[in-house]
């Protein structure tokens, strides 16, 4: 069983390099046989040498981060790339989607996937396809999308879960909104579900919670990395409660975006924090939980300054009384615990049918996760995967900015030049629009 | 010529009883049954009778469950297909009329041909059983859908009475089953993964335990049963079964369009005898359901021609290019020979199909006109048509007042590319007066449909 993973631009390489390095680290701490057992065959194969290799491909238009991420790889002796398994080119995308999805992508997608399929075919079962990829840039967003739909077209019955990352809402790149939009609205079409990192929020949580005080962007990738570890790393499930489970992505997707109307997922993960403080620090599963549960119903991006006064209510009350602040409704979550005494952790909070919607029993819609292996390096840690309005302010956020900017028709010439047309701007524009307001009926 | 057609349809009906057979459908008749059945021989009515009362039971088992199935009782099973034949929207007069027939024996076997031409070709019967079939043998091949034969879907699976609350509920009710449903999607993909793990495994091991068996899946003999066991056995069995069914399916399926030529060759048939016999004793209402038209009818017999022939053309299209690219595979020599073979086809076709037009265009051309709409052939320009032969045939060129098929083939090439062309610049014209409104309105942004 194996999870191949693509890492696809600047932005995907970076973080994959990252999140394979937690996972290493991670499996190769103390008392731990059979979970690194697990975790290593999920993500590594044995070479004929008996190095471990990452189920891994690297696709990047220009070949700089891609070195870097193969050399740092083998420098640390426990694992390293596949020889054949990364794809560079010269010349980038120069942050325009069009240019990915319509020249790059096309161009190159025979030998990217003849990647994709030799690491499909090292598996002896597939447990799904993962790729990291920004949203903001060209090369990541265009060709990454455009290499989704030709993956989606080869593997019809196979999971794939895209992890995206968000620009900073100040801006990076002046066309990131373009390129957020036309990303979204197409893998909305192709994914079984998107996982979404904000900027915004890792760089809070980098400076807030870890006290970095001159942040790199590989600070703000190892917080992803770690968060992504937790969701991935072998656990025991619902279906394996006496292994690890042998089928991660299935199983996460089958608790959380079953409705085709509703893929985005968020990730919140708790504690956090540097790791000269994590020493002196002692938690306990009833605080842990009490944190992350308010956080999941006031909409918090990171434990601190979390706004105690948003409370639940049914749908009647709500009506009757105004003077409550709306919540973060939920169409299902999925609790992940890892660490000592995970069996005495009591999950009810989370099982209260208000904070769902009327439609699905709530053992529908939330599941938990566990593992005694206390994960990188926190003696306890809880992750919060949501299927929820959380994103929905943000996602308004890009559409609406987006939108502003295309009513003006800036920069569209751009887009026309390589092929995308007004009409596929409006056609992603509703697509988006879609899928704010199935997000804003869930409450 | 002819015989060689013969042959082929009897090939054609052949793999058509060797898909149904496939499908478990039981008392399929032989090739040589559908021809008799063609020229309505009494002797041909029982094997036509138990294969469309099978066929049909088939297709209604799902609604029908109680119905008992090897019924020996004749009234019954005549009840069965008759109301099964009216559900499909047959009409032919021994479903429909009012003086039903009371034995099996009163309805000829060409009948029961043509109905069960009907009921074939309406609905995807066979792709519906197929899928059933393919799902009995190998459950994880296809993805969880609701079966669906002969009668489709119905809308009211989830019933709503009036009023807001109602539909309030229901709503509620189809988000939860697209959760359902797309939660048994996700599991049916685990399912099959861990499948072919499975299979994945087995050969590693079968290979292991002895290399060539695992390389020659068809090995048999003492060997072979010696090194895998019975379960093994049974699952070769069942994929090779499946895998007959599928051939039979795409062999069926590349045949099609013959069978269809040569079922309208019945409906000729059985056309012609209707003329010899006086249709008095039916009623008007009733004679309008039926297939058989009456002799007079000009135009429609006119347009089932037109429609006969150009199917007749692509079928002859298609074979042609079959057989132009097996032989193009074969050898570089026979290559020259088809080519030369097919142009002289092609002047026979051409010859042939300008025989058609011509003798349905003289006679009938005023009623084709007069009912507006139908395709009207014309024939007055001389001037234009010689040059348009590849073939400089002076025979053919120079004969007032026929109609080559080439030549009516480009001209309407023609007139569809004129009336594309004006349709996009219609197009074209309202896009610009509706942008040019729209920019007068504030506020108002138009945002055109989505393409998928």
Request: charged share 20%.
């Given at each position: 069983?194996?999870?191949?993973?693509?890492?696809?631009?600047?932005?995907?390489?970076?973080?994959?390099h990252e999140?394979?390095?937690?996972?290493?680290?991670?499996?190769?701490?103390?008392?731990?046989?059979?979970?690194?057992?697990?975790?290593?065959?999920?993500?590594?194969?044995e070479?004929?040498?008996?190095?471990?290799?990452?189920?891994?491909v690297?696709?990047?238009?220009?070949?700089?981060?891609?070195?870097?991420?193969?050399?740092?790889?083998?420098?640390?002796?426990?694992?390293?790339y596949?020889?054949?398994?990364?794809?560079?080119?010269?010349?980038?995308?120069?942050?325009?989607?069009?240019?990915?999805?319509?020249?790059?992508?096309?161009?190159?997608?025979?030998?990217?996937?003849?990647?994709?399929?030799?690491?499909?075919?090292?598996c002896?079962?597939?447990?799904?396809?993962?790729?990291?990829?920004?949203v903001?840039?060209?090369t990541?967003?265009?060709?990454?999308?455009?290499?989704?739909?030709?993956?989606?077209?080869?593997?019809?019955?196979s999971?794939?879960?895209?992890?995206?990352?968000?620009?900073?809402?100040?801006?990076e790149?002046i066309?990131?909104?373009?390129?957020?939009?036309?990303?979204l609205?197409?893998?909305?079409?192709?994914?079984?579900?998107?996982?979404?990192?904000?900027?915004?929020?890792?760089?809070?949580?980098?400076?807030?919670?870890?006290?970095?005080?001159?942040m790199?962007?590989?600070?703000?990738?190892?917080?992803i990395?770690?968060?992504?570890?937790?969701?991935?790393?072998?656990?025991?499930?619902?279906?394996s409660?006496?292994?690890?489970?042998?089928?991660?992505?299935?199983?996460?997707?089958?608790?959380?975006?079953?409705?085709?109307e509703?893929?985005?997922?968020?990730?919140?993960?708790?504690?956090?924090?540097?790791?000269?403080?994590?020493?002196?620090?002692?938690?306990?599963?009833?605080?842990?939980?009490?944190?992350?549960?308010?956080?999941?119903?006031?909409?918090?991006?990171?434990?601190?300054?979390?706004?105690?006064?948003?409370?639940?209510?049914?749908?009647?009350?709500?009506?009757t009384?105004?003077?409550?602040?709306?919540f973060?409704?939920?169409?299902?979550?999925?609790?992940?615990?890892?660490g000592?005494?995970?069996?005495?952790?009591?999950?009810?909070?989370?099982?209260?049918?208000?904070l769902?919607?009327?439609?699905?029993?709530?053992?529908?819609?939330?599941?938990?996760?566990?593992s005694?292996?206390?994960?990188?390096?926190?003696?306890?840690s809880?992750t919060?995967?949501?299927?929820?309005?959380?994103?929905?302010?943000?996602?308004?956020?890009?559409?609406?900015?987006?939108?502003?900017?295309f009513a003006s028709?800036?920069?569209?010439?751009?887009?026309?030049?390589?092929?995308?047309?007004e009409?596929?701007?409006?056609?992603?524009?509703?697509?988006l629009?879609?899928?704010?307001?199935?997000?804003?009926?869930?409450? | 010529m002819?015989?060689?057609?013969?042959?082929?349809?009897?090939?054609?009906?052949?793999?058509?009883?060797?898909?149904?057979?496939?499908?478990?459908?039981?008392?399929?008749?032989?090739?040589?049954?559908?021809?008799?059945?063609?020229?309505n021989r009494?002797?041909?009515?029982?094997?036509?009778?138990?294969?469309?009362?099978?066929?049909?039971?088939?297709?209604?088992?799902?609604?029908?469950?109680c119905?008992?199935?090897?019924?020996?009782?004749?009234?019954?099973?005549?009840?069965?297909?008759?109301?099964?034949?009216?559900?499909c929207?047959?009409?032919?007069?021994?479903?429909?009329?009012?003086?039903?027939?009371?034995?099996?024996?009163?309805v000829?076997?060409?009948?029961?041909?043509?109905?069960f031409?009907?009921?074939?070709?309406?609905?995807?019967?066979?792709?519906?059983?197929?899928?059933?079939?393919?799902h009995?043998?190998?459950?994880?091949?296809?993805?969880?859908?609701?079966?669906?034969?002969?009668?489709?879907?119905q809308?009211?699976?989830?019933?709503?009475?009036?009023?807001?609350?109602?539909t309030?509920?229901?709503?509620?009710?189809l988000?939860?089953?697209?959760?359902?449903?797309?939660?048994?999607?996700?599991?049916?993909?685990?399912?099959?993964?861990?499948?072919?793990?499975?299979s994945?495994?087995?050969?590693?091991?079968?290979?292991?335990?002895?290399?060539?068996?695992?390389?020659?899946?068809?090995?048999?003999?003492?060997?072979h049963?010696?090194?895998?066991?019975?379960?093994?056995?049974?699952?070769?069995?069942?994929?090779q079964?499946?895998?007959?069914?599928?051939?039979?399916?795409?062999d069926?399926?590349?045949?099609?369009?013959?069978?269809?030529c040569?079922?309208?060759?019945?409906?000729?048939?059985?056309l012609?005898?209707?003329?010899?016999?006086?249709?008095?004793?039916?009623?008007?209402?009733?004679?309008?359901v039926?297939?058989?038209?009456?002799?007079?009818?000009?135009?429609?017999?006119?347009?089932?021609?037109?429609?006969?022939?150009?199917?007749?053309?692509?079928t002859?299209?298609?074979?042609?290019?079959?057989?132009q690219?097996?032989?193009?595979?074969?050898?570089?020599?026979?290559?020259?020979g088809?080519?030369?073979?097919?142009?002289?086809?092609?002047?026979?076709?051409?010859?042939?199909?300008?025989?058609?037009?011509?003798?349905?265009?003289?006679?009938?051309?005023?009623a084709?006109?007069s009912?507006?709409?139908?395709?009207?052939?014309?024939?007055?320009?001389?001037?234009?048509?010689?040059?348009r032969?590849?073939?400089?045939?002076?025979?053919?060129?120079?004969?007032?007042?026929?109609?080559q098929?080439?030549?009516?083939?480009?001209?309407?090439?023609?007139?569809?590319?004129v009336l594309?062309?004006?349709?996009?610049?219609?197009?074209?014209?309202?896009?610009?007066?509706?942008?040019?409104?729209?920019?007068?309105?504030?506020?108002?942004?138009?945002?055109?449909?989505?393409?998928?």
């Open positions: 069983m194996g999870t191949v993973s693509l890492q696809l631009g600047q932005c995907g390489n970076q973080i994959g999140l394979f390095s937690v996972i290493s680290d991670d499996s190769n701490g103390p008392n731990r046989k059979k979970y690194k057992q697990c975790s290593d065959e999920r993500f590594f194969y070479s004929s040498t008996g190095e471990l290799v990452a189920r891994s690297l696709v990047d238009m220009e070949p700089k981060v891609i070195s870097q991420a193969i050399a740092k790889a083998s420098k640390s002796g426990r694992w390293r596949g020889d054949k398994a990364h794809f560079s080119q010269k010349q980038g995308s120069g942050n325009n989607w069009a240019n990915g999805f319509c020249v790059h992508g096309p161009r190159h997608e025979e030998a990217v996937e003849d990647m994709v399929r030799m690491e499909i075919e090292r002896d079962r597939l447990a799904g396809i993962f790729t990291m990829m920004s903001a840039g060209g990541g967003s265009g060709v990454g999308t455009y290499i989704t739909q030709r993956l989606r077209d080869s593997y019809p019955q999971y794939i879960l895209n992890q995206i990352t968000w620009p900073y809402g100040a801006g790149v066309v990131q909104n373009y390129n957020s939009v036309l990303t609205s197409h893998l909305y079409q192709l994914s079984d579900a998107i996982l979404v990192h904000e900027n915004d929020t890792v760089h809070k949580i980098c400076s807030h919670l870890m006290n970095i005080k001159h790199s962007i590989s600070d703000i990738n190892k917080v990395a770690h968060q992504l570890g937790s969701v991935l790393q072998p656990a025991y499930t619902a279906d409660p006496c292994h690890y489970n042998r089928n991660p992505i299935g199983e996460l997707l089958s608790s959380l975006v079953c409705h085709p509703y893929k985005l997922l968020s990730l919140s993960n708790i504690p956090q924090m540097s790791s000269a403080s994590l020493a002196y620090s002692a938690f306990n599963w009833p605080g842990l939980l009490k944190h992350l549960r308010q956080m999941l119903i006031a909409s918090a991006r990171m434990e601190e300054g979390i706004d105690w006064t948003v409370n639940v209510t049914s749908g009647g009350e709500s009506v009384n105004s003077r409550h602040k709306s973060n409704s939920s169409l299902a979550n999925l609790l992940i615990l890892r000592k005494d995970v069996s005495t952790a009591v999950t009810d909070g989370f099982k209260d049918p208000a769902y919607v009327p439609w699905l029993k709530t053992e529908n819609c939330f599941s938990t996760w566990n005694p292996v206390a994960f990188n390096g926190y003696e306890k809880a919060l995967v949501s299927n929820s309005q959380y994103l929905l302010k943000p996602l308004d956020n890009i559409v609406r900015k987006a939108w502003n900017m028709r800036a920069y569209v010439h751009q887009y026309t030049k390589f092929g995308i047309s009409e596929d701007f409006l056609d992603s524009f509703t697509a629009e879609q899928i704010i307001s199935s997000y804003t009926h869930l409450s | 002819q015989r060689e057609k013969s042959v082929k349809v009897k090939e054609v009906i052949t793999s058509l009883c060797k898909l149904l057979s496939g499908l478990s459908i039981e008392s399929i008749p032989t090739a040589e049954a559908f021809r008799r059945a063609k020229f009494e002797d041909a009515a029982l094997d036509m009778w138990s294969l469309l009362s099978r066929l049909l039971q088939r297709a209604f088992a799902l609604d029908c469950a119905h008992c199935k090897d019924s020996k009782d004749f009234d019954m099973q005549l009840l069965f297909v008759r109301s099964a034949l009216w559900h929207g047959y009409g032919a007069p021994w479903v429909l009329g009012p003086r039903p027939p009371s034995h099996i024996d009163e000829g076997s060409r009948d029961l041909l043509l109905a031409g009907w009921v074939l070709s309406s609905g995807n019967l066979l792709d519906f059983l197929l899928a059933e079939k393919v009995q043998l190998d459950v994880l091949s296809s993805a969880p859908t609701i079966p669906q034969g002969l009668t489709h879907g809308d009211d699976a989830v019933t709503c009475g009036p009023g807001e609350d109602a309030v509920k229901t709503d509620q009710v988000q939860a089953l697209q959760w359902q449903c797309g939660k048994l999607r996700l599991q049916w993909k685990s399912l099959l993964s861990v499948q072919e793990e499975g994945k495994f087995t050969h590693r091991v079968i290979s292991n335990i002895s290399p060539s068996a695992a390389r020659q899946p068809h090995a048999t003999g003492s060997h049963s010696n090194t895998t066991s019975s379960a093994l056995d049974k699952e070769l069995e069942r994929i079964a499946l895998n007959r069914i599928l051939e039979a399916y795409l069926w399926k590349l045949h099609e369009p013959l069978f269809w040569w079922m309208d060759s019945v409906i000729d048939s059985s012609a005898d209707v003329s010899e016999v006086e249709p008095a004793d039916w009623p008007p209402g009733e004679r309008a039926t297939v058989r038209c009456p002799h007079s009818n000009n135009p429609r017999r006119a347009v089932r021609r037109l429609d006969k022939m150009l199917l007749r053309l692509q002859d299209l298609r074979a042609r290019r079959i057989e690219s097996t032989l193009t595979l074969t050898s570089q020599g026979g290559r020259q088809a080519s030369r073979l097919s142009d002289r086809q092609r002047m026979e076709v051409e010859k042939k199909v300008a025989g058609y037009l011509e003798g349905l265009h003289l006679p009938n051309t005023s084709i006109t009912s507006g709409f139908l395709p009207c052939l014309q024939d007055q320009q001389p001037s234009k048509t010689p040059h032969f590849h073939n400089g045939e002076p025979g053919l060129a120079g004969t007032a007042g026929k109609l098929a080439s030549a009516a083939l480009g001209e309407l090439r023609e007139r569809e590319a594309q062309w004006q349709l996009d610049r219609l197009r074209q014209n309202m896009r610009v007066d509706l942008q040019r409104q729209a920019s007068t309105i504030d506020g108002v942004v138009l945002i055109p449909p989505i393409k998928r």
